[in-house]
């Protein structure tokens, strides 16, 4: 399933809905639902806050290994989210730099977390963990 949506804020109710059809399609008992919702939200939200370009195109399937997630950002600048240090949790709040949480948790929800860029498209690839 391939759809595109606008790079704006007021999108994230239609991919909500995205998510939904996706899932009563491919996973009957409903329960890759919100940890794709909230990766999906963290990723889009930052394209919509740091890039550029226009639409974005999101690409669901039902992979072996688990739900496969593609972000695509057409006329984007290159920005790789996957380069961003990792969050110390273990650190005391006041020694925390603002920022971070959502991707923190975009890698603890999946397998695989890759970005790539070419002829001015960046493609963020995530692979939900199977729900326990």
């Known amino acids: 399933m391939r759809r595109t949506f606008p790079r704006q804020m007021d999108s994230l109710q239609a991919i909500v ?20 919702d909230l990766v999906l939200e963290e990723l889009f939200t ?6 550029r370009g226009g639409d974005v195109e999101i690409a669901l399937e039902r992979g072996s290994g688990g739900v496969v997630a593609e972000l695509r950002e057409h006329g984007a600048q290159p920005f790789d989210p996957t380069a ?3 969050l110390d949790a ?3 709040l006041p020694r925390r730099r603002p920022g971070g949480l959502g991707l923190h948790l975009v890698r603890r929800l999946t397998t695989a977390f890759r970005y790539e860029y070419r002829d001015g498209v960046g493609v963020t690839r995530v692979v939900l963990r199977e729900p326990r």
């Not at 998510?19 to 940890?35: I, K, T």
């Open 46 to 51: 930052n394209m919509v806050r740091h890039g």
């Open 17 to 36: 809905a995205y998510v939904r059809e996706f899932v009563a399609r491919e996973c009957p008992a409903g329960e890759a639902a919100p940890d794709l």
């Open 90 to 92: 273990e650190s005391p």
């Open 84 to 86: 961003l240090p990792e």
